[in-house]
């Protein structure tokens, strides 16, 4: 006989489950409470890397119905929930989420509804890459220095490179100018390049 559990999640420690458990309940599902699963965590944090959903992938088998209030109780990225559903899935459980008409995200309607969702996502992703791309290229033009400011002045990095010549150590100097090691090889590196392109 199929199964029936809840996973219920808030972001922060202020906010309570409560409401997704009596949503859940008020469309007619009855869930035993050892098989509703609640957690506190970010929904930028991936279900696979959380603590309670792990728990519940762990009890969950094939023919049992997991319940959702909504998709981004499962993730705000909705590449992580459609690979979250597919796994489910292949394990034979089916994901219900009240929000979207109670629908079985596992069955054909589901996953055209999940393709439609995926595709704006991925949209949305790519306006968001074209404005970012566009956005640097502006700065760029108008003269504005991209990236992380160095944290060598250019007569510490002059002084790096004198002393290497002179045979000092990359941990002597890292420690010196308080960078790592790596920070002195871009230096030396930095030089050797102009002084090829040159």
Same mark, same amino acid.
């Given at each position: 006989m %199929? /199964?029936?559990?809840a996973?219920?999640?808030?972001?922060?420690?202020d906010?309570?489950?409560?409401?997704?458990?009596?949503?859940?309940? %008020?469309? !007619?599902?009855?869930?035993?409470?050892k098989?509703?699963?609640?957690e506190?965590?970010?929904g930028s944090?991936? %279900? !696979? +890397?959380?603590?309670?959903f792990? #728990? $519940? /992938?762990? #009890?969950l088998?094939?023919?049992?119905? $997991?319940?959702?209030?909504?998709?981004?109780? @499962?993730?705000?990225? *909705?590449?992580?929930?459609?690979?979250t559903i +597919?796994?489910?899935? *292949?394990? !034979?459980?089916?994901?219900?989420?009240?929000?979207?008409?109670?629908?079985?995200?596992?069955?054909?309607?589901?996953?055209?509804?999940?393709?439609?969702?995926?595709? &704006?996502?991925?949209? +949305?992703?790519?306006?968001?890459?074209?404005?970012?791309?566009?956005? @640097?290229?502006?700065?760029?033009?108008?003269?504005?220095? $991209?990236g992380?400011?160095?944290? @060598?002045?250019? #007569?510490a /990095?002059?002084?790096?490179?004198?002393? /290497?010549?002179?045979?000092?150590?990359? !941990?002597?100097l %890292?420690?010196?100018?308080? &960078?790592s090691?790596?920070?002195?090889?871009?230096?030396?590196? #930095?030089?050797?390049?102009?002084?090829?392109?040159?």
């Open positions: %199929a /199964r029936t559990f996973y219920c999640r808030v972001s922060t420690a906010q309570t489950a409560e409401n997704q458990v009596r949503e859940i309940e %008020a469309a !007619g599902f009855k869930v035993e409470p098989r509703v699963i609640t506190t965590v970010s944090v991936a %279900a !696979g +890397e959380r603590s309670g792990a #728990k $519940l /992938r762990d #009890k088998e094939s023919g049992d119905v $997991l319940i959702v209030t909504k998709l981004d109780r @499962l993730g705000r990225n *909705a590449m992580d929930v459609r690979a +597919e796994a489910l899935a *292949a394990d !034979g459980v089916r994901v219900q989420c009240l929000a979207l008409g109670n629908m079985d995200l596992t069955s054909a309607a589901g996953k055209m509804t999940m393709g439609v969702i995926n595709a &704006v996502a991925e949209f +949305e992703r790519d306006l968001l890459i074209e404005r970012t791309q566009s956005g @640097l290229a502006r700065a760029k033009a108008s003269g504005k220095a $991209l992380r400011p160095s944290a @060598l002045s250019d #007569k /990095r002059q002084e790096i490179i004198q002393q /290497r010549r002179e045979g000092v150590s990359l !941990g002597i %890292a420690k010196h100018y308080g &960078v090691r790596a920070a002195i090889q871009r230096v030396e590196r #930095k030089v050797s390049q102009t002084s090829r392109d040159g």
